[in-house]
């Protein structure tokens, strides 16, 4: 019996990349309102500079989104003689501009109706690489709980964050789907957990068979039908 339903968030719910790109767009109009002179900084260049820094000194942080990204704001704004409290603050208020944008999200079509229709028989977790919130970006009420690289210290594909699923919830693997878009990430890490598996492979954008679901789909909407597969 199937009691928890797990979701990835970025490309499974949303398409991350436009809004991670207006995201940085909004937060380099406020860099020109506030401090125009970090721009010289905040660029392409220093992104490299910095995960190639943090990868030697704090490889734990390289791919947590909230840390890595104000390690990246931070040495921005020392470029341009900011220091202690000063620069602590100005990096908090920077990631604030950034992080608000980021969870102004354009659903894809058929969320809403698909996470209200599973919310009403199963416990809906979500299991995230990135630093969406739930409650900013209107999903709160559907999940009972989110689990996050940043919350738990480690992304997927390891499997921390799964069983911290499992554990908020009470359930077994064998009661448990995970959705998601990756086929290392999402697919192979859950059924290595004895998790049931569907693939959103959205619009059959990636090639077929590179992972091996229990289901496939390329539309949100046939999501309910083929879990009901799934339970038959």
């Known amino acids: 019996m199937i009691k928890l339903i797990t979701f990835d968030l970025d490309n499974t719910l949303w398409d991350v990349n436009p809004v991670i790109r207006r995201a940085d767009n909004i937060l380099k109009q406020w860099m020109s309102e506030t401090q125009p002179e970090v721009l010289d900084h905040y660029n392409t260049k220093t992104f490299a500079l910095v995960k190639k820094k943090v990868s030697q000194e704090q490889p734990d942080s390289?791919?947590?989104?909230?840390?890595?990204?104000?390690?990246?704001l931070c040495h921005c704004y020392s470029q341009i003689g900011l220091d202690?409290?000063?620069?602590?603050?100005?990096?908090e208020d920077a990631f604030k501009v950034f992080h608000t944008a980021r969870n102004e999200i354009e659903f894809y079509p058929g969320t809403i109706p698909l996470l209200r229709k599973l919310n009403e028989d199963f416990d809906l977790i979500a299991l995230s690489?990135?630093?969406?919130?739930?409650?900013?970006?209107?999903?709160?009420?559907?999940?009972?709980g989110h689990f996050s690289a940043d919350s738990t210290g480690k992304p997927k594909p390891d499997p921390t964050m799964f069983l911290a699923a499992l554990d908020h919830a009470g359930v077994a693997p064998k009661e448990t789907i995970h959705i998601g878009d990756h086929q290392?990430?999402?697919v192979d890490a859950a059924q290595k957990l004895g998790?049931?598996?569907?693939?959103f492979n959205e619009n059959g954008k990636q090639a077929?068979?590179?992972?091996?679901?229990?289901?496939?789909?390329?539309?949100?909407?046939?999501?309910?039908?083929?879990?009901?597969?799934?339970?038959?």
């Open 62 to 72: 390289l791919h947590l989104p909230t840390p890595f990204r104000k390690h990246l």
């Open 84 to 91: 202690g409290i000063r620069l602590e603050q100005q990096v």
């Open 129 to 144: 690489n990135g630093n969406a919130d739930l409650q900013m970006a209107g999903l709160g009420d559907y999940f009972r």
């Open 184 to 186: 290392k990430e999402d």
């Open 195 to 199: 998790f049931r598996t569907i693939w």
């Open 208 to 232: 077929p068979k590179i992972c091996s679901p229990d289901r496939e789909v390329c539309q949100l909407n046939q999501i309910v039908s083929v879990i009901q597969g799934l339970l038959d």
